[in-house]
């Protein structure tokens, strides 16, 4: 650990690598909600946070495991996950009252057309107004994952097995995870509409 007088040590959570302050005091200045996107080894999590004197306040969540509510059969932390999970927030949000928010991607690099930017996409068309640019976003045939399909039927059936055993011992074939896709989402905009 560097010494001396001068030596400003760090605070906690940068040391920790968990929190940029410089970009959290930017959203933090812009006095809007935010919509917090963040992606784990199984799952996506999206908030809508505002921010108290006392500390941030969750508004709505929507994480990928309620998607199992909803008869989601895939994995939850795929770039359709992502985007189904970011638009059962939208539809949530719009239900509490929030209409406008920014979008907060924590310390992940902004690359275009990663699953942070599906769930945005997901936030947008559920009608939840977030500044972006549509540059960014993933493309539509990659959101309901025909890319996995087309794989899968390159694939033997053999290979098929090895590589989507998941998606087998949940029920589903590789091959119909657009339409699957498709399903779920319009039973979301039913469900969160009828709720």
């Known amino acids: ?22 970009a959290r005091s930017k959203l933090i200045s812009l006095d809007t909600s935010r919509l917090v996107v963040r992606i784990t080894n199984t799952s996506t999590i ?4 505002d921010v108290k004197p006392d500390g941030d306040e ?8 309620e998607l199992k509510k909803e008869g989601w059969l895939a994995s939850g932390k795929n770039t359709s996950a992502a985007y189904l999970t970011g638009f059962l927030c939208g539809k949530k949000a719009l239900e509490a009252g929030v209409d406008e928010a920014v979008l ?5 690099s902004s690359i275009k057309g990663v699953r942070v930017y599906a769930a945005l996409k997901g936030a947008v068309d559920a009608g939840l107004y ?4 549509d540059e960014v976003l993933p493309a539509d045939e990659r959101i309901r994952g025909e890319h ?3 794989y899968a039927e390159s694939l ?21 995870l657009p339409d699957h896709f498709e399903a779920v989402k319009q039973k979301i905009e039913e469900g969160v509409s009828n709720e």
Not at 46 to 49: N, P, R, Y
Not at 104 to 108: E, V
Not at 156 to 176: A, I, M, R
């Open 104 to 108: 907060d991607i924590g310390l992940k």
């Open 156 to 176: 033997t059936d053999e290979e098929v097995k090895q590589k989507f055993s998941q998606y087998l011992k949940n029920g589903l074939s590789p091959k119909d």
């Open 58 to 65: 969750t508004i709505v969540s929507a994480h990928s495991n």
């Open 1 to 22: 650990m560097a010494q001396g007088s001068r030596y400003k040590l760090a605070f906690k959570r940068r040391r920790e690598g968990k929190t940029d302050y410089r």
């Open 46 to 49: 999206v908030q809508i946070v």
């Open 148 to 150: 996995i399909a087309a």
């Open 130 to 133: 977030v500044p972006h640019s």
